[in-house]
């Protein structure tokens, strides 16, 4: 689809007017944008060779400082907010306070999945129309748009009394705890808000996000009867865990089935004897053949497109789980981490803004893109109290793995259709 895309962007750049229905302002905003172009680049570059993996503390700061001077020059005032309570860096925020037209949470993060250890470290241009190199498109490159789309609306006076907060959260990739620390100050900069738009990756021109899945977690821990092997399925010794675990797991495959609803039990463990560490995901198990095993632990994600889907899906386990065959006993337990963006009305008419921006400069049509391909992402904290946008970010491929890639082809134009949103959205007031 993105091939699509791409072939009709380029063919209209090289057969139509390009732009023909913005006003001088406008492009007088997208001119600064080829004027800076290369800068962005080289400041790109300079970013990604830092590693900011979430746990490289040293790092994470090293990225924010570079963005403080930056964001000053633009006149905007800087904070950085330590995250020692919930071992964590910190997050980034700038500021241009202002009172006209919407007011505007911009959205991104500096670390990435890649930690100091990780054998991927650099930027490279693999050739004019690639680059590769950690967190390049998750989200380094999308932090870049920001600043680069906001120098440019600077540079033309085109914002000069907008009220625009960026923040830049410094553990996206994973949230410290309590999530009621790590996420306050995105909350609180939404609440001064009228929009939020994310950053995160692009799903090509056509598509942008008005809903992301919660991300929770689940854990299964039932009981049951230790007895000696030949006695299972009687009354006095029952099935034991592992059986009344499997028969609860084969009830959610068969029960739980819905659009937008999915389940995974990502480790079990089960036996006699059973350790397990939950915040690192790893244990261990032992016992006998000829024993019935009496604990076994099971432990999910599970995702929901609505805060009312999940409730009611939560309902639904917990009456399964508490159906149990002879001698056996179970619970589940529920963590709440990335609520849900959900597809509200605001959001959708975000995406119509957007749309005619990207029509307008001759880019096509933007649609909703299906939130059952998306992950969790910052924005989602936000969506409760702020009409938002995501995935409006750089395009690339591999996120998250050795082979992550920015096309280097799509990055400026995505870069101008985020100026200009910004622009339009800080031109009407939100009742409009």
């Known amino acids: 689809m993105c091939k699509i895309y791409l072939l009709i962007f380029f063919t209209f750049l090289s057969t139509s007017g390009f732009g023909q229905g913005l006003t001088d302002k406008e492009k007088e905003i997208l001119n600064r944008i080829d004027a800076n172009h290369a800068e962005a680049l080289q400041f790109l570059e300079k970013n990604v060779n830092i590693n900011s993996g979430t746990m490289n503390f040293e790092g994470v700061r090293k990225v924010a400082e570079n ?132 950053f995160e990756t692009a799903s090509g021109f056509g598509f942008a996000t008005i809903a992301r899945r919660a991300s929770s977690s689940w854990m299964l821990i039932v009981q049951g009867q230790q007895a000696h092997s030949s006695g299972i399925f009687s009354d006095g010794s029952g099935a034991g865990s592992v059986f009344e675990a499997s028969r609860i ?48 632990v099971v432990h999910g994600d599970i995702r929901f497109l609505t805060q009312e889907q999940g409730n009611r899906t939560y309902d639904k386990m917990r009456k399964i789980v508490g159906e149990n065959r002879p001698q056996t006993s179970a619970e589940i337990m529920f963590n709440d981490r990335y609520p849900p963006m959900e597809p509200t009305e605001g959001n ?66 995505l870069t101008k259709r985020t100026a200009l949103l910004i622009y339009r959205l800080t031109q009407s007031k939100q009742s409009e």
Do not use: C
Not at 122 to 142: H, I, L, R, W, Y
Not at 273 to 295: F, Q, T
Not at 354 to 378: F, I, Q
């Open 348 to 413: 959708r008419n975000l995406l119509t803004i957007l749309s005619e921006v990207s029509k307008e400069m001759d880019l096509g049509e933007v649609e909703a893109y299906d939130p059952g391909k998306r992950g969790a992402a910052d924005i989602s904290f936000v969506a409760k109290y702020v009409d938002g946008l995501d995935g409006l970010g750089a395009m690339g491929s591999g996120a998250h793995s050795p082979n992550e890639t920015l096309n280097l082809k799509t990055y400026k134009e």
């Open 67 to 198: 963005y403080k001077k930056r964001y000053r020059d633009l006149g905007f005032e800087t904070r950085w907010i330590p995250q020692d309570t919930v071992n964590r860096a910190g997050h980034f925020f700038a500021e241009q306070k202002g009172s006209e037209g919407r007011k505007l949470l911009l959205i991104g993060h500096l670390d990435t999945v890649f930690e100091e250890d990780s054998p991927f470290q650099n930027f490279e241009m693999v050739n004019d129309s690639v680059a590769t190199g950690p967190g390049v498109n998750d989200m380094k490159a999308g932090n870049v748009m920001i600043l680069h789309a906001l120098k440019a609306l600077k540079e033309a006076d085109a914002i000069p009394n907008a009220q625009i907060i960026v923040g830049l959260t410094g553990d996206e990739e994973d949230a410290g705890d309590p999530i009621s620390i790590s996420r306050s100050d995105l909350i609180e900069a939404s609440k001064r808000s009228d929009v939020a738009l994310g």
């Open 249 to 296: 797991l084969n009830r959610f495959y068969g029960e739980l089935k819905e659009d937008n609803l999915t389940f995974n039990p990502g480790i079990i463990l089960g036996s006699n004897s059973v350790a397990y560490d939950k915040e690192n995901i790893k244990g261990s198990a032992s016992g006998k053949l000829n024993i019935i095993p009496k604990r076994t």
